[in-house]
């Protein structure tokens, strides 16, 4: 099997205090000649038994950082933030794996996110400091995904050399329906803050969880709110600072998002 039935949709993360669009992350789906569109949550646990998430994990490297260029030909630094498995870290093959995206499609590292679970992070500690270390020698930034759902050290998260902190969708879901909920995140973003990491939270789909989560200045945010993951040439809508003006109005004042949803 080639990597040619895979392909790879951007969700937009958009900075919270303004609105603007700061990046995209890059998600994997398999147009399978049987089954049909796979979605990763159905076929990535078979890709890492198999160890063909390696091919397939570099595969998605290589393919995020030229959509990076095409956009950067457009005028357009977009952050583009990717999904490393645990295989690949193990594996070793990472570093490899990122050096040849970036060397083959001259996208700047600076622009480059790896994101890592925060379980995988945790599961072998030190050989994953020694990994993300190499990996910030390239200038690629790092973000733990799904943070609040592993148990980490809190000494090994002052240790590795972590940009940021992508707080786990069942934490924003959490909001407003409690106060517990509402004591959690606000704990999780000031963690992030005493560690001077950015924050980052993941699904919001609801105005209120917006609103909430601009009152105690967390920095980023991507969501069903603000769109799904789509095609390359939809994410160009998102360019236009206007198009966010509407939207940004349009959430403020508790209406439906102007930008369209698409499946
Ligand atoms: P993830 O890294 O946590 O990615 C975010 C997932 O949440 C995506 O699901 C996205 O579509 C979904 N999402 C975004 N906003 C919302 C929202 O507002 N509400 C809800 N309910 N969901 C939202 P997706 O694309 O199905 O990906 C699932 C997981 O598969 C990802 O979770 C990631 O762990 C994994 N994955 C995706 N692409 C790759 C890849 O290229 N490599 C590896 N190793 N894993 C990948
Ligand atoms: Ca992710
Ligand atoms: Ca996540």
New binding site residues.
Partial sequence: MGTDQFF??Y?PIFNLSDMTLIGV?????WNHPKKGLL???DF?PA??ASGL?LP??RW?ITE?CQQGMAWRAMGHDVKMS???????LNAETLLDDVCFGLESTGFPPGLLIV?I?ETCLMRDAQSALHQLNALKSLGVRIAI??FGTGYSSLAYLQQFPVDSL?I??SF??GMGKSPEGDSLIHTLIQLGKALNLETLA????EDGQLAQLRGEKCDVG????FA??VAPEEIEQYFSRSTLTVLEGLVSSGASPVVPVYA
């Fill in positions: 790879l949709r969700q992350e890059a998600l994997l789906r979605q990763p949550d990535i890709l890492e998430i397939v994990g998605v995020a990717i999904n490393a498995s645990a295989r690949q994101e679970t995904d799904d992508k786990d969708r924003i879901s993941e699904g919001i789909e991507q969501g069903y709110l799904r993951p």
